[in-house]
């Protein structure tokens, strides 16, 4: 499967952007999907995850709340609503996909090319 990041870009602290990611090559419905992120200087971190039929979701601490993961499977796209951005949120966000579940970063097998994210204060 490949993976296709978008809906990046600047927004001021307490905006709203989403997220999209489309899958190609194989259906969707075939992967566990998470979004992650990267900050400047700071390791990859898992922020959100959803089952493959999109009735369980997991969050990180940090974003329970104000983000929302989402899928369509019908269109083979996995969304990302973040609300009540912070600048910490600032960050290179990657969606990522395994077969098999779980939303720590070793366990995803593919991943998308990554968008950027910059919240200014």
């Known amino acids: 499967v490949q993976l296709q990041a978008s809906g990046g870009g600047l927004v001021q602290a307490g905006g709203s952007l989403r ?25 990859r971190e898992s922020v959100a995850a959803i089952s493959w039929g999109g009735g369980a979701t997991y969050y990180a601490d940090p974003v329970k709340g104000r983000f929302t993961i989402s899928r369509d499977n019908a269109k083979n796209t996995v969304y990302l609503q973040m609300n ?24 995803y097998d593919y991943w998308g090319q990554g968008t950027l994210v910059t919240v200014s204060s």
């Not at 600048?87 to 366990?107: H, K, Q, R």
């Open 19 to 43: 997220l999209s990611c489309v899958a190609s090559g194989r259906t969707l419905d075939n992967y566990f999907m998470g979004w992650l992120r990267q900050a400047p200087g700071k390791e």
């Open 84 to 107: 009540s951005l912070k600048p910490e949120d600032t960050a290179v966000y990657y969606c990522a996909a395994n077969e098999f579940g779980g939303s720590g970063e070793l366990e």
